[in-house]
Nanobody, 119 residues
Framework: QVQLVESGGGLVQPGGSLRLSCAASGSIFRINDMGWHRQPPGKQRELVAGVNSDGSTHYADAVKGRFTISRDNGKNTIYLQMNSLKPEDTAVYSC?????????????WGQGTQVTVSS
């Protein structure tokens, strides 16, 4: 049984910053890609950013230059530093992890954390 525990969401003014964290725990053999998706109100879920076990990263065009994803493999934790936040960044942010296990690979999702950008 694995868990993904997210933290760091909240209310911030436009132009402000937030840092999200996501820690994986439980019986883990290996984690490949980890990252964040978000679901704005009334819209579909979209990829925000991801980071592979080798540290390579990818970002949605909407957040490039403003968001930075990083990873601590020793702690099975990823971070999303969000700067210059805009009202359109308001969404529920969910962490995901691609687990590799001897029995088979699978993806797992966290419960999500609300990020609201508003004055």
């Amino acid at each position: 049984q694995v868990q993904l525990v997210e933290s760091g969401g909240g209310l911030v003014q436009p132009g402000g910053s937030l840092r999200l964290s996501c820690a994986a725990s439980g019986s883990i053999f290996r984690i490949n890609d980890m990252g964040w998706h978000r679901q704005p109100p009334g819209k579909q879920r979209e990829l925000v950013a991801g980071v592979n076990s080798d540290g390579s990263t990818h970002y949605a065009d909407a957040v490039k230059g403003r968001f930075t994803i990083s990873r601590d493999n020793g702690k099975n934790t990823i971070y999303l530093q969000m700067n210059s936040l805009k009202p359109e960044d308001t969404a529920v942010y969910s962490c995901y992890a691609a687990f590799e296990e001897p029995e088979g690979d699978y993806d797992y999702w966290g419960q999500g954390t609300q990020v609201t950008v508003s004055s």
